[in-house]
């Protein structure tokens, strides 16, 4: 385990805000996750379980506590004979070259294959390798910067694809009773943006490792809608997890800030969810409601744009102007312009909608 002090959490976050932390704690083993709950009661001071820190946001008296990072790497290929069990252990993307045995299983397997991804994998990274491999299940979450450990929490969807839709279980260290768990998808209570790790359950939980189904083969049509767009102007054929995952990282690059160019913490409000009487009574005012298998909803980015706030520079936080969900921190001094500008959006479009706007990310405290 290393023991980091004093630590910006501005340096920790793509938002990059947040002053110091008193203590960050890398975890490298599924042990050192009780050593560093155990040196947190030591000394008496409160925990913080951070991944990249996309989704979290600091304060500007920072966190006197301490902040637990998963860096245990590696993705298995779990079979329940355990005939199929290859390690890879510290695999980096795009260096590991298939071998030979790799290549002969999954040519002559095509059943579903379980990888145990360990949580501190960068998310994006296990895309790629499934991808590479030619498994389908996760190639629209694509570029969703994190990682793997934090991808339940919120049920990290886009394109179409969520995580629960493939997740098997997770590993976790239980805080409550100290011991290592496995919970079951079916315990997770996964829906939009949720399961008990952010709900019911949120910082019980140490997510150590995530199992994924995924499948050889290619996703089912009709894909989302952007995806379909572009692969009717772009005349494209291949519908392979590789390609798909290159459509849906051109679409993202034109649309939504790269968190190692611009501070952002990607959609910083959740889309609302309406029941069919609601939806009935928003489509009747004219907003335009999203009919979908996951329930009705309305594109929150699209009430901020009607409140005419796209684009808009509010105390250093810009609204984007490619998506108005996205709040960049272009010049932002502190977390409390960050809280003006949130402020400000959210009581624009409740006067002009009625809709409260729900924020995604988490407050660092
Ligand atoms: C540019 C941009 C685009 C984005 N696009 C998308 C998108 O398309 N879809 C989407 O769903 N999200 C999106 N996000 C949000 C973000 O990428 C996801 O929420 C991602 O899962 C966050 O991972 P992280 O490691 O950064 O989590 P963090 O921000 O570090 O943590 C998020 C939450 O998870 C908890 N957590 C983290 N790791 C663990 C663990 N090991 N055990 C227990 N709890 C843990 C934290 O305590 C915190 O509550 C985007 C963010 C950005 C900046």
Known sequence: M????????????????????????????????ADAYGFAEQYHLPTFVLGYGANTLGHDEGFNGVIIINRMKGIFIESETGARNIS??????????LSVSEKEIFRQDPSPIQLKI???????????????????????????????????????????????DT??????????????????????NFSYRKSILN?????RYFVISITLELKPGQMSRPYYNS??????????????????????????????????????AGSFFKNIYLDEAAADAAEAKGYPV??????????????????????????GIRVSDKAALILINESAKSYNDLAKARAEITAKVYDKFGFWLEQEPVELQ
């Open 2 to 33: 290393k023991v980091n002090e004093n630590i910006l959490i501005s340096s920790l976050t793509t938002m990059r805000l947040g002053g110091p932390a008193r203590y960050v704690l890398e975890v490298e083993t599924p042990e050192d996750v």
């Open 88 to 97: 890879f252990e510290d695999h980096k993307p795009g260096r590991t070259a």
């Open 227 to 264: 995806i379909e767009q572009y692969i009717a102007a772009n005349n494209v054929t291949d519908f392979s997890p590789q390609s798909i995952r290159n459509i849906v990282s051109t679409i993202r690059a034109n649309k939504l800030p790269d968190p190692l160019d611009q501070a952002s």
């Open 167 to 188: 997740l098997v279980e997770i590993e976790v260290y239980d805080t409550a009773d100290k011991t290592y768990k496995t919970i079951p998808k079916s315990e997770l």
């Open 199 to 203: 709900t019911t359950s949120k910082g």
């Open 290 to 315: 999203y009919r979908g298998k996951d329930g009705n909803k309305i594109n929150s980015g699209w009430l901020i744009e009607q409140a005419g706030l796209k684009g808009k520079l509010l105390h």
């Open 118 to 164: 360990m949580g501190g994998e960068y998310w994006d990274d296990v895309v790629e390798y499934a991808c590479q491999k030619g498994l389908t299940g996760i190639e629209a979450l694509s570029k969703i910067p994190g990682l793997a450990g934090a991808a339940p929490v919120q049920n990290i969807g886009a394109y179409g694809q969520e995580v629960a």
